[in-house]
């Protein structure tokens, strides 16, 4: 095979491989941020969890009071029940006593279905917080495992840089111009195979002529649409191609 073409090929190994890796160092923090979304939901609804429970904690306390003066008022109206000598006015007396202490049992009946919510709602809370948490950690992993790969990566991305030098300073200036133009023009692809008379980058049948240089490998043959270099690659040769 040509020489040229050779590294034509090498140089794109190359820098797909660098944009691949540029491409997972870039789209690293989009992980990070798609998880934030979970722990700010999470977050969120331990904060209604909260507001519910402190809202309950409020009713509770005036209900407290609540009770506090209705028992007061209950047991003056008892005290005063030996005053009244009238006994129309005695009978509405005990009716006023009566209610009272209705008022009274009906309120405590209230202060224990608020006790219960408030127990429900303190658990509630408890699970929500304990979802806020995961989520964190969550996170923290997700940070640890990007610090981690971006170091791998950085690393890799080095090497090959070191690699697509020495592979570039072969390859002639004026090759090496076309190939920066068509990778520019190209979506980052500049060198194709032909397979089955069809260049693999733009789709179009390459003439049998043409193809056949392609095969015989001697000159470099760009694509007659795309201008993409092209090289072909035997059948028994395919499975050990990178
Ligand atoms: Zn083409």
Known sequence: MNEQLKLLIDLQRLDSAILSIRLNIDTAPAKISSQEASLKNAQRAYEDASRHHADLEKK????????????????????????????????????????????????????????????????????????????????????????????????????????????????DKDTYNQYINIIKTSRGIAVVEAKDEICQGCNIHIPPQLFVEIKAAEEIVNCPQCRRFLYYIKPEQAKDSP
């Open 60 to 171: 509770k306390k005036n209900k407290e009071t609540e009770i506090e003066d209705m028992s007061e008022k209950a047991r003056k109206l008892k005290q005063r029940t030996s005053e009244i000598k009238d006994n129309k006015a005695y009978q509405a007396h005990l009716r006023e006593i009566e209610k009272a202490e209705k008022d009274l049992s009906a309120a405590e009946d209230e202060l224990l279905v608020l006790m219960e919510s408030l127990e429900a709602s303190a658990t509630l809370m408890g699970a929500q917080k304990t979802l806020v948490e995961k989520e964190v950690a969550k996170i923290e992993a997700i940070k640890r495992e990007n610090e981690k790969d971006i170091i791998k990566m950085g690393e890799e991305l080095k090497k090959l840089k070191e690699e697509r030098k020495t592979v570039s300073e072969k390859v």
